[in-house]
């Protein structure tokens, strides 16, 4: 009688035990199931207007359809991205605060900056999807007569220091890139820094600058007109846009890859469920017609993958563009 009582007694216990932790962890599993039940908000630390704006935009507008909310974008620009990834950083991680960010204002930044970015883009955001790459063409004027990387390199080590590029700035994902080249052909060309990207073009064709690389849809219509000629693509493989152009690694350079991306992140606390619910809601609208056609148009590759992809592309890239920071003495202000 005895030995049945203490077995009654266990029971119950263990009964109670377990309707304490169901208790527990029920608001947790409701708050991941009901989740978003209010709008949601996206930080981009672009301005408005050109492909990370309609991007951002464009996913953002597919995760309202896929939850009934309403999701708004905020363009919040700023140098190297501090002010949109330090407001995301404050944000409550519960999925209610995001933030688009790309390349430029993580792992470049990082490898430009290092202890000086006000911000650890390993540590103080977590990543959720990489959305975009953005093929980068490499272009000359046609005066250089060469149509090929190995034909554009020939004439540079032929004539060091005679010819120049254009870029968006120091430091910029532009300049970084033909340093790169410099860097891994082992050739020598005067940089001209733009304040931004617009004047970069027009002054190539007009042949005031010799080379340049660029996203591939801001060159696509002057080659298409023949002002400007390109010799390859910084991605891994090769465009769907320009199928006919090659690799710079295709030519002879199997180190070389300059590209740019955008991804999607959150607070660094978001909790796992919340990171792969958002993570499967926009794998999903990477897949859908209507985005793939629109991007592309954009020069936009969708990517997608898991969370960890992106943190692992973002190490991979900050360690390239460390280098190339190291060894061509690239000096910026914060």
Do not use: C
């Not at 991205?81 to 995301?88: H, I, L």
């Not at 204002?105 to 790459?133: E, N, Y």
């Not at 690799?247 to 919340?274: C, H, I, K, N």
């Not at 859908?288 to 629109?294: F, H, L, T, V, W």
């Amino acid at each position: 009688m005895f030995a049945g009582t203490r077995t009654s007694v266990s029971h119950s216990a263990v009964a109670a035990l377990a309707a304490a932790v169901i208790m527990a962890l029920a608001p947790a599993v409701a708050g991941a199931q009901a989740y978003p039940n209010r709008p949601v908000r996206v930080i981009s630390n672009y301005t408005p207007g050109g492909t990370t704006d309609f991007v951002a935009r464009a996913l953002a507008q597919k995760l309202a359809e896929a939850t009934g909310q309403t999701v708004t974008v905020e363009n919040k620009p700023s140098a190297n991205g501090v002010v949109g990834t330090q407001e995301t950083i404050r944000a409550r991680p519960d999925g209610y605060t995001l933030l688009f960010s790309t390349s430029g204002h993580t792992s470049v930044s990082k490898a430009l900056l290092t202890d000086r970015l006000p911000f650890d883009p390993f540590k103080d955001i977590a990543p959720i999807m990489l959305a975009v790459t953005i093929t980068q063409l490499l272009v000359v004027h046609p005066s250089l007569g060469v149509k090929t990387v190995p034909e554009f390199v020939k004439l540079m080590k032929a004539n060091p220091g005679k010819y120049s590029y254009g870029s968006a700035g120091t430091g910029s994902p532009n300049h970084l890139g033909v340093e790169l080249l410099k860097y891994t052909a082992g050739f020598e060309m005067l940089h001209v820094p733009y304040k931004g990207g617009a004047q970069t073009v027009p002054d190539l064709v007009a042949g005031r600058i010799q080379f340049m690389l660029n996203a591939m849809v801001a060159l696509a219509p002057f080659v298409k007109s023949g002002k400007i000629i390109p010799i390859g693509v910084g991605t891994a493989k090769r465009s769907p846009a320009m199928p006919d152009v090659p690799t710079v690694a295709e030519q002879g350079y199997p180190d070389y890859e300059s590209s740019t991306w955008y991804g999607m992140f959150a607070p660094p606390a978001l909790p796992r469920d919340l990171v792969m619910k958002l993570n499967g809601i926009f794998n999903d609208a990477l897949k859908q017609p209507d985005i793939i056609k629109s991007f592309m148009a954009q020069g936009a590759e969708p990517a997608g993958g898991t969370p960890e992809d992106l943190a692992k592309m973002m190490r991979s890239e900050y360690e390239r563009w460390r280098k190339v920071v190291v060894a061509a003495k690239i000096e910026v202000d914060e």
